[in-house]
Each structure stands twice: as C-alpha cells, then as structure tokens.
C-alpha cells in the first residue's frame, strides 16, 4: 500500500484551499450554490459517461506509485481492473487536488455501489462538502479534464470528516438531500454500471478499500492530527481579520463554554484564571471602586461572620492590632456613642471582673473605696460621738447647769470653747491646671487673691502628692491651718472645691461640702465641661455658681441640716420626741445634783465674798486665810502671828457677811517661818515711810539669819528712836531691832547741790537745808560758819575757779537775807571734790556747797 | 466674652533664667541677682491679644515658674498637668542646657501633647551673633507644637514680649 492515509498531507495546498474558502462569502445554504453543484454533478455525469467509454488506455498505467507521471491518465477509477488499479486512481486524484484526503474520498467513492444503507448519508454528505471543495478547481486551471470528475467526487470524503466533526452541517445538507435525489440516483446508476459492468472482480478489493477509509475517518486521533493545526491557523487569520465576527461568535456560547468547563474540570478552571484575578481586581478596584463596593457589601459582613466562625484565632489576630487604634478613635470622635454602647453592660461587666479575678478588682479600686470608706466612717464616727457627748453626758449637762447659775449664758460658754464659723470664700478650681472656675468671696471681707490662691493651693496639693511616702495610693490634701483660718478642700476626679473658712468647721460642713461637689459633678461633669475648662469662666452654667454660692451661706443655712428637706422632717422629729423624754428622764435623776451643785455655788460664792473682805485689810493681806461655808457657819481657818490680828480678822468676815451667818474663827496663833522676802519688803517700806518724816534720814537692812533689822542714819529728835524701833519690832518674823543711829545731825552739816554750771539754790533746798541753818545761827549766835563752794571736774578750769566761790556767795546772800549778819559769814571755793567724795563717784556729788563751823574767836 | 484664663509653665534647667523672663515681662525688671526658685512660683499677667479675624480678647497668664531642672531631678509632671503652653527655656552661654531642651519639650508634650511650646535661647546678650547662629544649628524642632525659637535678653528684654505674646496668641488660636 504506497498510498496510506496516514501519510503526511501536503498541507500547504489545504491551507490555501481552506483559506480560499473561507474568504468566500457564500452560504451553503444558498440555494443557488446547490443549483450550481446540481447542474455540476449533471456536467460530471456526461463527462464520466464519456470517460467511462475509453478505459483501455488507463488499464496500461504501469506504475501507480509514481504520482507525477499519472497526472496525465484520464480514469483512475477504469484502469484499477487489477489489484494496482485502485492505486493507479489514487495515483491520479493526488496530483489533482493535492492532499490525501481526496485521495481517501475519491477512493471512497465505490462505496456508493455497495448498498443503499449507507447511501444517503454518504449522499448528503458528499453534497455538504461538496462545495467547500469545489473551487479547489479554479485554483488549478492547468488540470486536464479528467479532473473534473474527481473535483466532484471529493465531497464523498468530505461528508465523512465533517460527519465526525460537525453535525450542524449535516442537518443542512439533509434538507437538500431530497431535492438532488433524482440526480443521484442517476450517478448512483452511472457508477454502479461502471463498477459492477467492467470491473466486478474488484468490488472485493474495493471494499476492503473503503472499510480501511472508514476506519480512519471514524477514528478520531486521526481526523484530529490533522484538522487541528488547520483550526488553529484558520482561527487565527479570521480573528485577524474580523474579530468582531468572532466576538460575536462566541459571545453567545462563551458563558456557556466556561460555565460547563467549569463544571467539568474545575481544577484547571481556577489555574487558568488564578493568575490573572489579583491584577483584575487591583485594577477594578482602581478604576470603579464604588462597584466593588457594592458588589461585596451586602456579603462581607456574611463573609466576616463566616470567617470569625471557621477561624476565630485568624480573625482575631487579623483585627487585633485596629482594635485599639478603631477604639480609641472613636472615643475621640463620639465618646457619646460610645458611652451609650457600654453603658448598658457596663454593670454585668464588673460582676463579671469580680466573679473571674476579685483579687485584681479589689486592688484596682481599694484606692478609692479606701479613701472614701475611711473618710465617711470617720465622719459618721464624729457625728455619734458629738451627738452622744451633747445629748447623755453629765458634763455636758453640768455646763448648762454651771453656766446658769454662774449667771452666764451658755453660749458665752460655748464661745470661749470654740470660735464662731464663717466662710470667707468658696473656689472650685481646676485641679490639673489650677485654673478657677468659680470663685465665689464674701463682699464685706477683704478679696482674696483667687488665681493666685487657686494656683499655689494646686501646687501645693501637686506637691503633697509628689512627696507621698506610699504613691500608689491616691492621697489627697483635704486641709490647711493657718492660724485661725483653714481652707477645707473637697476632692473630685477633675476639680476640687477649697473653702476658707474661720472657726472650726461643724461636721455638717464637710458633708455639705461633698454633696456640693457631686452635684456639680453628676450633673454637669458629665460632656467634659469640667474635665475640659479651658480658662473661659463663661461655659460655665450659672447652677454651678448657685450651688458654690450656697456654700458661703451655709453657717446659716446649715443650723440643723436634717430640717431642710421634709423627708427628713419625720425622723428629726421622733428622734427629738426621744430625745426630750431622755431629757426628762435624766433631769429628775439630776435634780439632787442639781440641788446639791446649786448649795455649793451659793457657799462658794459666800466664802469668795469672805475672802475677799479679807484680802482688803492691809494687816491681813500677806496672811493665807481660807473661809468655808457650812450651814449657817462661816469657818474662818489659817494661821496668824498674834491674837489681834486674829481678832481684826474675825471682825473683818463677820462685816462682809450677812447677819444671819456666825463666824467661827478657828484661826491658830502660831510662829509662822518668817518669809524673808515679805519682811525685807515690809522694812523698806517703813524705812521708806520713815525718810519722808521731818528730819530722819535712815537707811535699813535685815539680816534673816539672825531675825534682824539694823537701821542706820540720823534722826533729828531723839523720840523719833524709839518710833522707829517699835515699827520695826512689828514686822512679824523681826525679833531685833538694831539703831545705830548717829547723834542729832546739825543742819550745818548738811549740803546744797546745784545743777551744771549754775548757783541757783533750789527752793526746796532754800526751805528745807537753809531755813534750819538760820535757826541754828539763831540758836548759837557767837557761831560763824565758813561757807565752801565746789565744782565737778568737768569744764574749763578757769569757769571752775569762778563757779565754786560763786556759789558760796549765793548761799551766803540767800542766809543774809534771812536776817543773819553778813560777817558771820565767811565765802571760799575748790574745784576739788568735797570730803568724802571720790574721784569716780557722780559729778553731780561735787556740785555742792558744804559749811563748815568756825570757833567764835573770843572762845579760843 | 470674659478674660480667659491659661496656665503657662516656664521649664528649663537652673538658672537659665527662668525667673528673670518672668520678671521682665510681669513687673518690667531685671535683676542680676541670682535667685533660684524652689518649688512653684505663680505670677499673673492680663494681656489683650488681637486677632484680624477673631478681634481682640484679653486673656489672664498664670505663669508658673517652676523651680530648674537637672539630669537628676526631673519636672513634677503634675506641675504641667493642665498648662496650655510652655516657654522652654535655655541659656545660651551653656551650651548642655541647648541640649537639653529637647527634653523638657517632650516631657511636656508627654503629658499634654495638645500644649503649644515657645523656646527661649535666654541671655542673648551675653554672646555674640557668629555664636548664636551655631547653638541655633544644634536646635532640631522635634514637633510641630513648637512654634519658634526665640533669641530672648531678660536683662535687655529683647524679644520677652514677643515670645509671651506669640505663644499667647497661637494658644487662643488653636483648633479653630
């Protein structure tokens, strides 16, 4: 077999033939075409009757395996008499046409003598194919004749291919079928008499022939080796040329075609696309991101959901590190939102914190519930405490007592026991910034300084809280002493109130003070007005200024806080109903005391009235002298040195007393141990008393080792001895009275002292030193006296030298004035100090003029 | 609209001069006395600031002086809690309190980093200009909160007035 089917066609001329083809714009079902092919097949058919005439000379084809050389062999079908003759055909139509398929269909072509089975479907086949293939014709003109009829019988082989390949074009061709029968049937009868009249001993070979044909037509690896590489080529020149064509083509099945690939082998589906799908996505998110939007809003959150519930630690992770960012965001943006979204679970959320870790719990808020429990407690502490002390104890009830019948009102008691409380000025201040927010000062005392104050108290408190010793502990300054001032301090998260206050704050201050506080924090620390102040006193609401200001009222409003609200009413007033009949209860049991306490203030107040009588008489005073009271008895007890002062003591009590009160005195005689410091001051009181008396000049001391009192001096008259003496032995506790005093003092010994640089003789010195020495001349008139002038050692020598003599002139004149003789009298002067004056004792002692007796001159 | 009131805080290390700006610009006066501050001293200044927009406000300063820092005692970061804006002061004859400031500044931007910073590079007087223009060069401006150096005097009062009133001003002007 030199001729196989699976021998490489020449592809070229199919090419071309296909192309040529295509380039046609005919149908096939023009109707017109088939009228064409009709009147073709008719041609065919004489001329292959004509043909059918001259096989002979074909019959001498030798060799049928040279193509080339068959070209000019008319009948290839009339020379396969013999076993070669259906090569010598084969031989024949591959020059013609130019590929093996012809060959195979030509070969085919006895086959429409083999039965009527298969006859219309070969028949309509050959018709479908038959005008595709019918130009190759033109394109080769220099064909002999004989080459028409195996241009026409190509379509036999043609219908077999597409009879595998497309079965639209079958369908086609069929409804023609009828149409061509009775040209059919006369080519069937043509050929059928060629064949069966000249060579029927070749049928069999004929039909092997055609089997082996079939065989590959139907054989689809075969068909496809040698189609494909055509489709593909032919595809690619009609994209090239009219893509829209194509477009529309496949626009309608393309859906389609994916649709059922991807049913039937998804796995190459996905590889396919995978590669292109990020970039398209990328790109249609670039272009029309409001569509993708669309497009995957109403499933992301599905999507989210799905993935949340397949992959919880995926999810999580993916959104963990927005979480706090989107939150904290948020809190930002709409911190309302947000407080409404917690607020809710907020409650469950805690009693769930407890239930899981109530250690944590309690360490986060025992800084603050500490603080507040403590300072609560200790309020509450106080309150009962001063509420007892006020209500049941005795002294507090004695007080009242003590203070009616000292006649003393009770809030003069209360007075000396505690400062009257006032508020000078209320701030709320900002507590980070020091910032004032509102200031609030009493108009009739003197303004504070509120920024200032606000400022140095925040940092004050910054300070105090820096300098804690334990700072994990929020602690707060909650006061400040300064003398009787204090600014009381209430402490919330964003501003604190500081209150000055003078006096001691009442309990109810404090409490005042922190309901204050929470209502300006409830109701208007919520939206950040005070957490944000910004210094503008402006955003401020007038409430709060009215709730501040209530406070420097408060010692007023406050009296009884409970009475303020009618709630309260009822309770104050049962408790107070308790409160009375205890009152009662305690007066009857108090009522001896009372009676008792009365007595004792009477008797008291009595025996002051004594004492004090006593404490009058001069005599008395230095001596202790206690009177007690009882009954109608007035005791008088102590000690006194002798029996008359005993007496005047009694006198003096029975005087201050009321009549119908007798005094017992039982005041003992006794020695009492001498007070050197009261005798000491006794003697130079007398001593004292004693030198204003004319004459006496005495200077004393006491000796208390020895009970003595030694006076010294010069008294003028000789009895004025012994007054002394006997006053002196008076003083209690004085056993010796020691004189030593000097014989009568002459007046002439006496001195005259003068001021700086002067002679004025003082008047009293005129009177009191002059006047006696007259007398004395008087009384001694042969006496003369010698009169001597001195002067301190300060100034000039020379002033000195005048000075002195001066002022003995002076005395003299002033004696001679009084009526003593002139020559009696004898003038000199020195600036040397006087006897018995040293150089370093006071200058004023040297300003003197001293006398001096001169023997009458006839006495010597 | 009432005055304002704003906290300002003067921060620096000892002896920058601190005190002596505030001096100047509250009570007119320069001391060369030197005084350190210990803890906080307030002072209180009323100034009028206009705007060609917003009009004219006047706004009360509480300036806090707060007593100079070293490496080894930091701020009380509760004393600039609450200050809208601070004057970082150095001096510019030392040149380690230059580079310091870039600290204090982020200490006070750590606790409030809405607040507005105003550098002072104080004794200008003291140093000449070739000097100046090459401490200037250390200075990197780590924020945009920072609204400007200043080369200040207390002592001439070069520039005092300016950098309180500029600061002043950007803290009633911001976020609107």
Redesign the interface.
Known sequence: MPFSSKDPPPRHSLTEALSQTSARESSPQDTDQLEGLFSLLCDLDLEMVESAVEPTPSQAAPKPTSPPQAVPEPRPPSTAANGTAATAANSNATPIVGFDLEQDFWHSAPFFANGEGTLPDSLDAIELVSWPNHPPAAPNPPAPMPRTTEVARPPVGSSHSSHDTADDAIAVTATHGDVDEEALERLRDLLSELLLGESSYQVGEWEGRFQQLEQQLHDPQVLSDRLLPLFASLLERKVAQAPEEVIRALAPIIDRAIARKSQTDKLAMSQALAAALPGAIAQQIDTAPEEVIQALAPIIDQAITCKSQTDKTAMSLALAAALPGALSKQIGDAPEEVIQAIAPIMGRALHEQVRLERDAMVDALYPVIGNTISKYMGEVVRQINQRVEETFSIRGIYRKLNARLRGISEAELILSEALPFTVQAVFLIHKTSGLVIVEIQREDGQALEADMLAGMLTAIRSFASECTVNPEKTSELTEIDYDDFKIVMEVAGYCYIAAVTQGDPPAGFATQLRQTLSAIILNYGYGELIAEFDGDPDSIPQAVVDLIENLLRSPEVMLPPQRHTTENHETWRSRSGVIASWAVLLGLLMLPFVLYSWQQARRQQLADRVTTALDANPNLTVYQLDATVKGREVRLQGQLPNEILSQQAATTATAALPAHLNVVNEIQMVNPPPDPGAIQAEVARLTQTFNQMQGIQVGSRYDHETNRVIVEGSIHQGQDARTITQAFEQIPGVDVVVLMLATAQTPIQRRIYFDTNSNFIDPYDLESKLMPIRSFLNQYPDLQLQIIGHTDRSGSEQRNLELAPQRAAAVRQALVAQGIAADRLKVTGSTQPPPNVRLEDPLWLSRIVRFEQIAPAGAN | ???????LCMVGDFGVGKTSLIRRFVERQFSDRYLSTV??K?S?KTMTIADSERGTQD??L?I?DIEGQTKFKAI?P??L????GILAVADLTRQETVEHLADHIRNFLAINQHGFIAVALNKADLIDREELAQIRNLLEQPSEQVIGVYQTSAKTGESVDTIFEHLTKRIWTKGN
Do not use: D, N, P
């Open positions: 609209m009432g005055i304002l009131s704003k906290k803890g906080v307030i209180r706004l009360k509480l806090w009380a509760s004393y809690q609450g200050a809208s």
